[in-house]
């Protein structure tokens, strides 16, 4: 039994040491971190950095925390800042973010509330993001509140990665989402394969990110009152982010939304009439008359919706 005893406090010790050895070399690799992003000119500082979770976790707490890359000019300062992970699992972090943040960028200063932000990252071979996942019960940043919201990032081969979004609506408290909303969209589904430059890792955070090359929409839809809009396609995309391609949209109920267009007297009545018009014929074509299928064209960063000019499209860069 004295032996059993002995034992077990050997293994206890043991493994004190253990943890307490991890979080030592664990703070000395942010310090460093931090200490080479100031030499790279960023703005890199905390109040307080402390490490917890003994005896199986290794927890990080930042205090008035302040990052800027100086390449982006994007200044992003939280009152407080956890990641997470268990100390016999240190490629899986889990993110914990605070309900209000600050985004410092160009055009002024833009905050970030949140309910229940957090997220996961998983890294392979100590440096590469395989996975990351996201969530909140609200997100509010620049005037656009997001209710239940997941993303997720998964790596599926070289530089390619599946990307997926849902949110339960999206709402704005001012000007609108689309032409035909005013404030609110529902059930938004995102599901993509996106090919990159480079494979996304730690290190690709402190230069230039990896910027994407392809990308397959297999769904981006949501959901405006009665009407459903559904995009699926491939799209190229060059150096300076300007999409090629083509992406099929399809409008269900569409009737329907340009009456309540009408109605809301967001397009004039003959306008209206003139687009039902020609748009059943359209549809009449595909052999239902509540499903409208338009092609959007993409070509050098130009949008056209069929014979229709849109103008240019957005860029499709990560800053």
């Not at 005893?5 to 307490?20: H, N, S, T």
């Amino acid at each position: 039994m004295k032996r059993l005893i002995m034992i077990v406090v050997l293994a206890a010790f043991g493994w004190a040491g253990w943890w307490f050895f991890q979080a030592h070399t664990l703070r000395g690799q942010v310090e460093t971190w931090f200490e080479e992003r100031r030499q790279d000119g960023w703005v890199a500082t905390y109040v307080d950095f402390s490490i917890g979770g003994f005896p199986n976790r290794l927890d990080m707490t930042f205090e008035d925390l302040s990052l800027a890359n100086p390449d982006t000019n994007i200044l992003w300062e939280a009152p407080f800042f956890q990641i997470l992970s268990l100390s016999y699992k240190p490629d899986h972090r889990i993110l914990i973010f605070p309900d209000l943040q600050t985004i410092t960028t160009a055009t002024g200063v833009h905050e970030v509330t949140s309910e229940g932000f957090r997220a996961s990252v998983v890294f392979a071979d100590g440096d590469r993001i395989d996975r990351v996942n996201a969530e909140a019960t609200v997100l509010n940043w620049g005037g656009t509140a997001l209710a239940e919201t997941t993303a997720a990032l998964l790596r599926q081969d070289d530089k390619q990665y599946q990307f997926a979004f849902v949110a339960k609506s999206i709402a704005r408290a001012e000007g609108r989402l689309t032409p035909l909303a005013e404030g609110r969209v529902d059930d938004t589904q995102i599901n993509t394969r996106i090919t990159f430059d480079k494979d996304w890792a730690m290190s690709t955070l402190k230069g230039d990110r990896p910027q994407p090359t392809k990308i397959n929409v297999s769904l981006m839809s949501y959901q405006l009152a009665a009407l459903n809009l559904n995009l699926a396609g491939d799209l190229d995309v060059d150096g300076q982010g300007r999409a090629s391609g083509e992406l099929t949209l399809r409008a269900v109920n569409w009737q329907d939304a340009l009456e309540q267009a009408r109605v809301g007297q967001q397009l004039p009545g003959s306008v209206t009439e003139k687009l039902v018009q020609g748009l059943s014929v359209v549809a009449g074509l595909k052999g239902r008359s509540d499903t409208l299928d338009l092609p959007l064209r993409l070509i050098d960063g130009q949008m056209s919706l069929g014979l229709i000019p849109l103008g240019p499209a957005p860029l499709l860069q990560v800053p």
